[in-house]
């Protein structure tokens, strides 16, 4: 199972909220031979004459509306504090880039431009944040102070993938059909539990084939990194500058192995292991949370919780709390009700940012006690990711179709992970790996071993059992490893170096907690990347930061 999304600063702030309420453009300038292509599955954006409608393009900025229900709606971004306003658009590219004088798609962008002097401008920095399946579009807005610096000699922009919110997002179900609430996804009793989860997900793969057929064959990451070669070339720029994180550094090295000539400088940072099938990510990552959990209960315990006296204490106690919910289910206050999964659902998520472990805290021990409404609002807040891993307004030329009020992350997750991989397990591959998760983590292995049936019954092949990402001939790409990191285990960083080949991954390596490193705020981090970012200066070599402790009773 790929990494999840990337944390949104608006949870951040709700999450605080919880705590304290539980308790109470630029014209083309690329040359042809400056494109660099390297071929691969559906071409590249250099091949093939009926590709130049697309390279000639001008694109039409305007103020951004709000988000769209397929991007998650909420309210039009507001503009940066020095007045700078958020400017959306539509790029046209082909929908099947092996076919470029067919059907188009409109893929969306969003940018902020460069606070700094023309002159100190480098260009577009192109940001995406994860998933897969998170709008670009509806994310940047609001993390956009913590790339303030970059944005001195940068225009900040970033787009919905295609398949993604407002670029043509998969739909599956129908409004109103049975979801994935209503089946049990860590089926524990065998026989009818083990078929109905694998009955959902073929009829999950049914619906998004009749809902959108069309598209399916045409959302994978190596579709995506071609679009972004082609957004390199209409935004301006010789060489795209980019930022990727957790997903979006899989779809990073992707790029370079297919544009080596065309990276410039680049950063991956919460970087996914490129060398593994969708089983042996999935098992890594049973292991990544499972060390972050013994993290966060070590300091639990340091903190004097009521949950034990000692890590290994409080590891116990709430793997004993999830199996009793998953029997009975603890009531809540606001009638609905807190079991094993949701109570997990809200732990992974909470280990995705170190300032959420005091609220973990919190609900972990009125959980124990027989409140379960702190835990039922945190995994709430905290989107429910669950081990393993939703946004009115309508911009021009959108492709989206949506009648509901959801947003289609969770239908692209599922779709572009399975054009990706062309891995399709079965309920007897998940029941003889089982012991091997179970022995790696009780709380969280379980449920990411039955996740690797998503693509069971999957309408399109899947295109490689892992990506390739070599590429020789690019520029020094900086990758940031956190040893702490739940999602994307530390030692990704260092195999996604090997597989990029030799003068290409550069690493640093973050000792911290959560999920990536630079938007923890750790300002080694920060310094290092926008040192390279702004000024071209790489870490030296085998630096590490160490992390900021998060203080004492916090």
């Known amino acids: 199972m790929p990494p999840t999304r990337a944390m949104s600063a608006a949870v951040l702030l709700s999450t605080a909220t919880l705590l304290s309420c539980s308790l109470t453009a630029c014209t083309p300038a690329a040359q042809d031979g400056d494109q660099g292509g390297r071929g691969g599955r559906g071409g590249t954006a250099t091949d093939g004459q009926d590709k130049g409608r697309f390279w000639e393009q001008s694109l039409d900025w305007k103020d951004c509306p709000a988000p769209s229900p397929v991007q998650g709606g909420g309210e039009a971004p507001d503009p940066l504090p020095d007045g700078t306003r958020w400017q959306c658009t539509t790029m046209r590219a082909p929908l099947d880039w092996k076919k470029p004088s067919g059907e188009s798609i409109g893929i969306e962008l969003i940018r902020a431009r460069s606070s700094g002097d023309a002159d100190d401008r480098i260009g577009s920095l192109l940001f995406n944040f994860g998933g897969p399946g998170e709008s670009g579009v509806a994310t940047l807005p609001g993390l956009a102070p913590d790339y303030e610096k970059l944005r001195s000699r940068y225009d900040l922009v970033s787009f919905d993938p295609r398949g993604v919110g407002n670029s043509r997002g998969v739909r599956c179900l129908d409004a109103g059909a049975a979801d994935e609430d209503q089946v049990d996804d860590t089926p524990d009793d065998g026989g009818d539990e083990n078929d109905a989860l694998a009955e959902f997900n073929r009829k999950m793969a049914a619906a998004c084939k009749k809902n959108s057929g069309d598209i399916l064959p045409h959302v994978g990451t190596t579709e995506a990194a071609q679009d972004m070669d082609l957004m390199r070339h209409v935004l301006g720029d010789r060489k795209l500058h980019y930022f990727g994180i957790s997903y979006g550094t899989q779809l990073g090295g992707v790029y370079a192995h297919l544009f080596p000539k065309n990276v410039g400088r680049a950063v991956l940072d919460g970087v996914v292991d490129p060398t593994r099938n969708t089983m042996e990510e999935a098992l890594g990552q049973a292991g990544g949370f499972q060390l972050a959990f013994e993290h966060f209960a070590a300091w639990c315990a340091e903190q004097g919780c009521t949950l034990g006296e000692r890590a290994e204490e409080i590891v116990d106690t709430t793997a004993e709390l999830e199996a009793d919910l998953d029997d009975t289910p603890l009531p809540t206050s606001d009638g609905s009700e807190l079991d094993g999964n949701k109570l997990t659902g809200a732990i992974t998520g909470a280990l995705y940012r170190q300032e959420f472990w005091p609220a973990l805290r919190v609900g972990l021990e009125a959980a124990a006690i027989g409140n379960g409404d702190i835990m039922l609002d945190l995994g709430e807040e905290l989107g429910q990711r669950g081990a393993g891993g939703d946004r009115d307004g309508d911009t021009a030329g959108n492709d989206s179709e949506s009648n509901d009020n959801e947003s289609n992350e969770d239908d692209a997750f599922r779709a572009i992970t399975c054009d990706d991989s062309s891995d399709r ?129 916090k």
Not at 449 to 465: R, S
Not at 505 to 514: I, M, Q, V
Not at 524 to 529: E, I
Request: hydrophobic residues 35%; contains cysteine; proline residues 10%.
């Open 425 to 553: 397990y079965t309920v007897a591959d998940v029941e003889a790996k089982m012991p091997e998760f179970v022995d790696t983590s009780l709380l969280f292995g379980p449920t990411l071993a039955w996740g690797t049936l998503a693509c069971d019954g999957w309408p399109v092949p899947g295109e490689a059992e892992h990506p390739e990402v070599s590429a020789p001939g690019a520029p020094p790409i900086l990758l940031v490893g956190n040893t702490g990191d739940p999602a994307t285990p530390y030692e990704g960083a260092a195999r996604m170096a090997e597989q990029l080949g030799n003068g290409v991954g550069f690493e640093l390596t973050y000792k911290g907690e959560g999920h990536g490193a630079y938007d923890s705020g750790n300002a080694c981090v920060q310094s290092a990347v926008n040192a390279y970012l702004l000024d071209g200066k790489l870490p030296k070599s085998g630096a590490v930061c160490e992390a900021e402790p998060l203080p004492e009773g």
